[in-house]
């Protein structure tokens, strides 16, 4: 089992940068594949971006394609999400999720994060 913990959410301008970060527990961090998924008031969760456990492969939603990085650093049971060129419709609550099928699913992820929140101003 593995808990998650997401930060660096905040209020930024269109244009911006944001670098959020998905710290997890356990040992076993390193044995998931990762995602990030996000949910804007009223609408559905979304895919962002996945990679998998070894880091060496990542796969983005094309709403975030060109502007957004998912990196992982292992021996820091540590994901990130770098968000560059941020929009307002970027504006959402994003989740950080854990499971083993690297898939743009959340359905496949069964650990998730408390979510932190990104607002994009005009």
């Known amino acids: 089992q593995v808990q998650l913990v997401e930060s660096g959410g905040g209020l930024v301008q269109a244009g911006g940068s944001l670098r959020l970060s998905c710290a997890a527990s356990g040992r076993t961090f390193s044995r998931y594949d990762m995602g990030w998924f996000r949910q804007a008031p009223g609408k559905e969760r979304e895919f962002v971006a996945a990679?998998?456990?070894?880091?060496?492969?990542?796969y983005y939603a094309n709403s975030v394609k060109g502007r957004f990085t998912m990196s992982r650093d292992n021996a820091k049971n540590t994901a990130y999400l770098q968000m560059n060129s941020l929009k307002p419709e970027d504006t959402a609550v994003y989740y950080c999720?854990?499971?083993?099928?690297?898939?743009?699913?959340?359905?496949?992820?069964?650990?998730w994060g408390q979510g932190t929140q990104v607002t994009v101003s005009s």
């Open positions: 990679i998998r456990w070894s880091g060496g492969s990542t």
């Open positions: 999720a854990a499971g083993g099928s690297w898939t743009p699913l959340a359905k496949d992820y069964p650990y």
